[in-house]
């Protein structure tokens, strides 16, 4: 974990601050549920420290093979040392789709999140402790919607005082990287109702998002069980297993 976030550290932030017209999330997983499909952000993740080789495909064609199979948003790694992402596929995705996308990135300070526009940024509670609350006003005064992400009952509490209306629970220890869908089943109920939960890591079956489902989750955050193989019958067997 050091070397990604000693990486983050160094990225630069934008030329100018961004203002950005947000697709809405919130909206897009009520029109999912309408639909009789279960939310799901498919990730475009083309490597990962867990994961083993690099997936080369045009990301734009991945991301709307992951539409097509019904996914409600999508979450694009910006992170290019680790993750093999870039701002240029997030943006290139963005005009490509019509669903939300989310910027999935270790963002450290303010200036950072003007790298690119995109409908949802995500801030890792671990990695930015104090400045939690600056960072969500700084995401929203942009247009972002914030998606704060947790993985310990402190980091929970530290992003409802912040203000936080989308929690993700982080099923992976970004210390360890260890995955356990228990961390979800254990916070969950400690969200208040009126906070959008997102579910993220280690989902890999029709079972697993069922699990996820009784625990809480109003939407899922799905990478490499999409990533492996055809994304776009990946991506169906999850938005449809109820
Ligand atoms: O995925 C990793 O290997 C990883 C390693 C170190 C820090 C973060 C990492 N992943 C970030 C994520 O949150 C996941 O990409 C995302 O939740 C999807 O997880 P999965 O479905 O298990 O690929």
Redesign the pocket.
């Known amino acids: ?1 050091r070397s ?1 976030l000693d990486a983050a550290r160094e990225r630069p932030g934008g030329d100018a601050r961004v203002s950005v017209e947000a697709r809405s999330f919130p909206d897009a997983v009520s029109a999912t549920e309408a639909d009789g499909r279960v939310p799901i952000i498919a ?1 475009v ?1 083309p490597t ?4 083993d080789g690099v997936r080369e495909d045009d990301p734009v064609e991945l991301a709307q093979e992951m539409v097509a199979g019904g996914a409600t948003a999508l ?1 694009v ?1 910006t992170e290019p040392e680790h993750f093999g992402g870039s701002t240029e596929s997030l943006s290139r995705i963005r005009e490509a789709v019509d669903v939300p996308v989310l910027r ?1 990135d270790f963002i450290l300070r303010e200036e950072q999140l003007d790298a690119v526009e995109s409908d949802l940024v995500l801030l890792i509670a671990r990695f930015v402790g104090d400045d939690l609350e600056p960072l969500v006003a700084a995401a929203r005064d942009r247009g972002f919607q914030p998606l704060v992400e947790v993985h310990t009952r402190e980091e929970l509490t530290a992003a409802l005082a912040a203000g936080a209306d989308i929690v993700g629970i ?1 099923n ?1 220890d ?1 210390g360890k ?1 260890e ?1 356990d869908l228990g961390t979800v089943e254990t916070l969950a109920p400690e969200v208040p109702d009126d906070v959008l939960l997102v579910a ?4 890999h079956t029709p079972a697993d998002v069922r699990r996820m489902r009784e625990a809480g989750a109003d939407a899922l ?5 999409i990533m492996d193989g055809n994304v776009r019958q990946n991506t169906r067997r999850l938005t449809t297993s109820t």
């Open positions: 974990m990604i990730e993740k990962s420290p867990t994961t979450s790694l999935k982080n992976r970004l990287l995955v993220e890591s280690g989902i955050l799905v990478g490499t069980a």
